[in-house]
């Protein structure tokens, strides 16, 4: 048995309960990774609270970044060996959107389709390994839809949450934009700067309809597209990641899940280019998951929250067992 997060009706966050579950079986193409830490995204609580309508079965475990240690394999395996680090998003959205896995990644072992992973590049934690997955897929999907081009320049709108700090790092950094603004809390104006932004928009102080200059690309990562859309030039792409739009303008970018995505950025990453970002108030502790959904939750997170510290088990080994068990 593992320990794993869980929860068995919508609700808060206090609907979470820490409970055991079987190790699963890896299938055919799949592979068993024991968990060594994972990260929260919007979508993991969106679903909690119904605010997002996907359909779980009960109990359900959520979470969809990991990264870990391969355990086993099944057939079909080709890529990975057993004692291969590795990292990606287990839940497949656009091919199993009603069908999400219920065993999601706050548990100690999970189970995910091999090309939906990648191995994990040797100068990152797996902590900020985990960070990147969901976030990564979400930023590259965008500069996809807008359809980027070298030299152009790019409004973020959230610049220093878990997508935002990410897009402003591809778009500087990987893709050749010649210039990156940024919307940011106060406190996090002089950390974007340090990602390259080259201009950093206290949203506190600033209204939109006092951004004189006008973008190739607006780029926004918090669902404000009915208002940030007016610093974008006449007729140039609005991308907006969440669901649905709030302007009719703008052009929705979920992401596409797929291990090859991460795998094209891992020069990026082990040249530096790409930093991962974890918030500083993390790792939290595999028993602080509901802490750490919580500060979440707040919407205050710089880069992304991760849980790290999972308690240690063999899956060739029985876990303590406890009386509360579930199938």
């Known amino acids: 048995m593992q320990k794993a997060w869980y929860y068995e009706e919508h ?89 999400l896995e219920s065993l999601g990644t706050l548990a100690q072992f999970i189970v995910v389709e091999e090309n939906l992973v990648t191995f994990k590049p040797k100068n990152i934690s797996f902590e900020e390994a985990a960070s990147l997955p969901v976030a990564a897929e979400t930023a590259v999907e965008g500069f996809k839809m807008g359809s980027f081009r070298k030299g152009m320049d790019v409004f973020v709108v959230g610049g220093g949450g878990g997508v935002g700090t990410l897009v402003v790092q591809l778009a500087k950094q990987v893709f050749g934009a010649s210039k990156v603004a940024a919307t940011s809390s106060t406190s996090k104006m002089d950390f974007l700067k340090s990602l390259g932004v080259d201009k950093v928009y206290d949203y506190t102080r600033t209204r939109y309809e006092e951004i004189e200059e006008k973008y190739d690309m607006v780029y926004d990562t918090i669902g404000d597209s009915k208002n940030s859309y007016v610093v974008a030039k006449e007729n140039v792409p609005v991308i907006d990641i969440t669901w649905p739009p709030s302007n009719t303008r703008a052009i929705h970018s979920s992401l596409t899940v797929s291990g090859e995505i991460l795998e094209i950025l891992r020069p990026c990453l082990e040249s530096g280019k790409l930093k991962p970002v974890v918030d500083p108030k993390g790792p939290f502790c595999f028993d602080d998951v509901v802490k750490a959904f919580g500060y979440l939750e707040t919407g205050r997170a710089r880069g992304k929250v991760v849980i790290s510290s999972f308690p240690w088990c063999s899956s060739s080994s029985f876990c303590e067992t406890k009386s509360q068990q579930h199938y």
């Open 11 to 99: 609700g808060p966050k206090e609907v979470l309960k820490l409970g055991y579950f079987p190790i699963p079986t890896p299938k055919h193409d799949q592979l068993l990774v024991q968990v060594k830490a994972a990260a929260l995204n919007p979508i993991d609580f969106k679903i909690r609270q119904r605010s997002l309508t996907v359909p779980v079965h009960f109990p359900f475990v959520p979470g969809c970044d990991m990264s870990g240690v391969v355990d086993a394999k099944g057939e079909g395996v080709s890529r990975f060996n057993i004692g291969d680090e590795v990292y990606g998003n287990i839940q497949d959205f656009n091919t199993k959107l009603g069908q």
